[in-house]
């Protein structure tokens, strides 16, 4: 099981809408996320025992450097999460790569290994998988076309594959545009997670768990999810890992994947 946080927080919003710049209230979400929730997740996961990866905006990275401090310092994989929140499909290659060196700049200064990259929203481009095998990544998360990880037929990666339906942000998102939409309980969310991930243990596959610390941070949100992990983390049949290791594990199996072969022959 890989458990993700997806940790950005002003860029979120200031993606979503430049004006944002300019309204503290809307800001104050993603405040709350870096300065509230992430220590909280991060006693949860000590807790439990449980590794993660978290995925970060080079900028929240600088806004919030105690926060990476801190998740770096528990151990977790710090992963790329784009400098700022725009997705890289509506990027030109150039300032597409500008954005991924410029995050790398600023995640490498919290740890000496930044081996995986996770786009905003999960939407990448054209030249996503290049630009990151350019620039010595080892993994990336953004398919939903398995339930196991994979190495990339042409681009010497690893995919460890997400999907919305475990993931927080489709049934708690909220803001001042979505009044034509629910915000779903957390024994909703609970009981759909839950159904997802049982079916994906008996069928063998990876459950790949993504929250983002200025959603999932919420009390009682945090409450399900301590009590959704722990029930996994009692099935000693569960491997619970960092996305590195994952993605270690996958190349460890298939030496005959392309990348590799090329790289001998
Ligand atoms: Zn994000």
Same mark, same amino acid.
């Given at each position: 099981?890989?458990?993700?946080?997806?940790?950005?927080?002003?860029?979120?919003?200031?993606?979503?809408?430049?004006?944002?710049?300019?309204?503290?209230?809307?800001?104050?979400?993603?405040?709350?996320?870096? $300065? *509230?929730? +992430?220590?909280?997740? /991060? !006693?949860?996961?000590?807790?439990?025992?449980?590794? &993660? %990866?978290?995925?970060?905006?080079?900028?929240?990275?600088?806004?919030?450097?105690?926060?990476?401090?801190?998740?770096?310092?528990?151990?977790?994989?710090?992963?790329?999460?784009?400098?700022?929140?725009?997705?890289?499909?509506?990027?030109?290659?150039?300032?597409?790569?500008?954005?991924?060196?410029?995050?790398?700049?600023?995640?490498?200064?919290?740890?000496?290994?930044?081996?995986?990259?996770?786009?905003?929203?999960?939407?990448?481009?054209?030249?996503?998988?290049?630009?990151?095998?350019?620039?010595?990544?080892?993994?990336?998360?953004?398919?939903?076309?398995?339930?196991?990880?994979?190495?990339?037929?042409?681009?010497?990666?690893? $995919? *460890?594959? +997400?999907?919305?339906? /475990? !993931?927080?942000?489709?049934?708690?998102?909220?803001? &001042? %545009?979505?009044?034509?939409?629910?915000?779903?309980?957390?024994?909703?969310?609970?009981?759909?997670?839950?159904?997802?991930?049982?079916?994906?243990?008996?069928?063998?596959?990876?459950?790949?768990?993504?929250?983002?610390?200025?959603?999932?941070?919420?009390?009682?949100?945090?409450?399900?999810?301590?009590?959704?992990?722990?029930?996994?983390?009692?099935?000693?049949?569960?491997?619970?890992?960092?996305?590195?290791?994952?993605?270690?594990?996958?190349?460890?199996?298939?030496?005959?994947?392309?990348?590799?072969?090329?790289?001998?022959?």
């Amino acid at each position: 099981m890989a458990v993700t946080v997806d940790f950005d927080a002003e860029e979120l919003w200031l993606a979503e809408d430049p004006a944002n710049a300019a309204r503290p209230g809307v800001l104050s979400q993603a405040r709350y996320g870096a $300065e *509230i929730a +992430v220590p909280q997740l /991060l !006693d949860l996961f000590e807790r439990l025992d449980v590794p &993660a %990866t978290f995925f970060v905006c080079g900028g929240d990275a600088e806004r919030y450097p105690h926060a990476v401090e801190a998740i770096a310092g528990r151990g977790h994989e710090i992963g790329h999460h784009g400098f700022s929140h725009r997705s890289p499909h509506l990027m030109a290659r150039g300032e597409e790569e500008d954005e991924l060196v410029r995050g790398l700049d600023v995640l490498r200064a919290f740890t000496d290994r930044v081996a995986g990259y996770r786009s905003p929203s999960w939407d990448i481009s054209p030249h996503t998988l290049d630009l990151l095998v350019e620039h010595g990544f080892g993994h990336a998360s953004n398919m939903m076309d398995a339930v196991l990880p994979y190495a990339h037929p042409d681009h010497d990666l690893v $995919e *460890i594959p +997400v999907h919305w339906s /475990l !993931d927080d942000a489709p049934h708690f998102w909220f803001d &001042a %545009t979505s009044w034509d939409r629910t915000i779903r309980s957390s024994r909703e969310v609970a009981e759909l997670w839950g159904e997802e991930a049982s079916a994906i243990r008996a069928a063998g596959g990876l459950i790949t768990l993504t929250v983002h610390p200025q959603i999932i941070g919420r009390p009682g949100r945090l409450r399900m999810l301590e009590t959704f992990l722990t029930g996994l983390r009692s099935d000693d049949g569960i491997w619970f890992a960092r996305c590195e290791e994952i993605a270690g594990a996958v190349r460890a199996a298939s030496p005959a994947a392309p990348a590799a072969a090329a790289v001998l022959s």
